[in-house]
């Protein structure tokens, strides 16, 4: 038996604005950020566990401060016992009435307790001497739906129906394991894209993409409209025609905006429209789903949680879900959105980049592949090349597909070196506060 | 010319959980608390800009750690250039795109926002020798659309829509400013129905409304079928046939559960039946809304932005509108939700009780009958006897009436003794932490 001795957190911060690398229509200047936590025991076993949530500057301070509020629901905690009943430790911290009045569900403090979950899956991975897709992936269907809530989900999804989609599944989980191992996931990048790289940049990059073996690409889109016909264009010509190229927007429109923006660039084979609107905008996503039609509406990584998944599901708003690693209540909450997703028949493509989203979120789709939706057609994660070597476990992609990770752990563990070079205290070390 | 010198925050907590006040289905044990701001100037004129969020007690520390967070976009503003385009001032706060990626638009980062708007508009309308609901009353419809970020509205209200609104309620303004100041407005009281009161004290209390001329009182659900049968009808028995008892499951159920249980207390003749489900679960109060009718559904008091607002109007899930002075991006966004109701003729029904939410949301309330709706048939506003004392100028209640205040500011203001008194670093002041 262990205990839970130290819950330590870094507000961490890299300068990534100096670059324009993520500018995007509505971040035009992100400064990638970590809220850091490292949950430590008395085990003796020299395991931690390391868990973040991903943000762009400003405002890191107030994550961490989140994270730093539930030091108190996890010191003194029985490991073995949290570790063992991972849906009874996300409700002891999803459902504090209190902490819950915060969002609920969302925001700030919804992605601290994400993170604290991810901390411990971390841990019960490492633990097991498991990357965390292989731990999930051999938990008995029973023990996968103990882990969700699901409470405003029975509309759409009952716990007997979960367990309906991962027993259908239960045949294959071997060769499909072995197969992941052999061969890895497909992977899209948006490298190319950000919309503050000049037109030879955009060129170059996008025929290095489909040199490299990427399946798709894609570009963000929604600053200025003959800018995007532009960019567009060039990114056709450098992929060639049927390759797919799909376009984000950021959230940067109105409801008709989005339909008239994205009629306007139809003719240049867009494979999907991202976040076309507000994250929060769900019969506007339907709206603008029936309005671009063919043109499928990916969101996801600003959607709150499965309550918002479930509706977008259930109004036809979400032809594609893009689950991101550090936005909902962690690993349990997007087990329930895989299971959503596999009820919907929607395909998974989550969201990455960022600081370490490449990392955590490969093993959320390789655990889909194995046991829930039994697929990867239609389905990749997406890639940009960017931090990686701050991580302790770094993803591997190559010709175009994710390796799958072989480390135990959820990936989710920085170098010791960056987690010391690029805290922040107003500054990073060593330099003068503004 | 003035300049914003400070920018002060206190973790204010009081421990309500001691007497069960504020008890319901889903926060057992509340500590009624404030994250609370004070804006300073340089304008030598000794007016200060008071606000707070409220939270129940655990993670005001958070919040706090989010109003800190705005103080370098406030400190070292030109004053006047704030006060003179609060719409303007709204955009600075909400569309910081680092801070924006927090919520977007929702959870404590969005709250923090709000307060910190909030603090604005009572510094403004001090300025102005106005209470808030008389400054607002008196700004010309032009300047009103001016403070609303209509972004994700346009396909339910445009700004020329709400001109209209504004402009047809424009001639009847001073006739209803002075009606306000004559007879106040509505009040009803939730002071008889939280869930940990023995059925005497409900017995008493029910009477004591009907005694004290309020027209409605409400009731906690949710917590067990039979004991809220056996308190309905104690409560129906205690105010008699025909007056209103209106029902709150504060986020209890899922969709069906909500349709079988409120149906199951549709013979105690049910006035409306608040939050039965998610607050994000826009298609499920639909859902519900059509399960249950006649009797009404009505949400807000968790509701993250207008966009949600505005969904749940255009998806027929809420009849009765409440908004929350604390939980929107403050004064501005409450604008925009108000004008939301006026469009879809949704009587607004505020949220309030907590800590100061009374004093600051009748402020909304007696605008909107002034300028926006301009009615206030089936309007009132939830009226708690609770903590009052701690402001600077309580709300006044009287045969069932909030009376208008007349105080020049927003209501905002607690007294420093208050602040002194209850303020928390881990402890309350002369107290020993835990």
Same mark, same amino acid.
């Given at each position: 038996m262990s205990t839970i001795v130290s819950v330590d957190t870094t507000d961490i911060r890299f300068p990534t604005s100096l670059q324009l690398d993520g500018s995007d229509a509505m971040n035009p200047d992100p400064d990638y950020s970590a809220a850091y936590l490292v949950i430590g025991t008395?085990?003796?076993?020299g395991l931690e566990g390391h868990a973040f949530v991903f943000t762009i500057g400003r405002g890191n301070d107030v994550q961490v401060a989140a994270l730093d509020a539930l030091r108190g629901h996890l010191v003194g905690q029985d490991v073995e016992a949290l570790l063992g009943d991972m849906g009874a430790t996300w409700r002891l911290l999803a459902h504090d009435s209190q902490l819950r009045w915060l969002g609920p569900e969302k925001g700030v403090m919804h992605m601290a307790i994400g993170a604290a979950i991810d901390a411990l899956w971390d841990l019960k991975a490492k633990r097991a001497g498991l990357p965390l897709w292989q731990l999930l992936a051999r938990m008995t269907p029973q023990e996968l739906v103990d882990t969700v809530d699901f409470r405003y989900l029975s509309d759409a999804i009952t716990r007997d129906e979960a367990l309906g989609i991962l027993s259908a599944a239960a045949p294959g989980r071997a060769a499909r394991e072995a197969e992941l191992l052999a061969v890895g996931y497909p992977a899209y990048t948006t490298?190319?894209?950000?919309?503050?790289?000049s037109d030879e940049k955009l060129d170059r990059l996008c025929r290095e993409a489909v040199a490299d073996g990427f399946p798709q690409i894609k570009l963000k889109v929604g600053g200025d409209l003959a800018d995007d016909r532009r960019r567009l264009a060039i990114a056709r010509a450098a992929v060639g025609p049927g390759f797919p190229i799909a376009i984000d927007a950021?959230?940067?429109?109105d409801v008709a905006d989005a339909i008239a923006w994205v009629s306007a660039l139809a003719e240049f084979d867009v494979a999907w429209i991202e976040?076309?609107?507000?994250?929060?905008d769900i019969l506007g996503h339907a709206a603008i789903a029936r309005g671009v039609a063919p043109i499928r509406v990916a969101t996801g990584? %600003? !959607?709150?949680?499965r309550v918002v998944f479930k509706q977008l599901l259930q109004a036809g708003g979400m032809a594609v879900m893009q689950i991101?690693?550090?936005?909902?209540?962690g690993v349990n909450e997007n087990i329930a959105n895989l299971l959503l997703a596999a009820k919907f028949g929607v395909p998974v493509c989550p969201h990455a980049g960022g600081v370490g989203l490449c990392e955590a979120v490969q093993h959320l789709s390789m655990f889909d592949y194995v046991a829930v939706s039994g697929t990867m057609d239609g389905r990749m994660i997406e890639f940009v090349d960017?931090?990686?070597?701050?991580?302790a476990t770094p993803v591997v992609v190559e010709r175009g597909r994710y390796l799958a990770p072989?480390?135990?752990?959820?990936?989710?563990e920085m170098r010791a070196a960056s987690i010391e070079e690029y805290s922040?205290?107003?500054? %990073? !070390?060593?330099e003068v506060p503004a």
């Open positions: 008395d085990a003796g076993d490298s190319p894209g950000w919309l503050g790289y950021n959230q940067r429109w976040e076309p609107t507000s994250p929060d990584e %600003h !959607v709150a949680n991101d690693a550090t936005r909902v209540g960017h931090l990686h070597e701050h991580f072989v480390a135990p752990g959820a990936g989710t922040w205290r107003g500054a %990073h !070390v060593g």
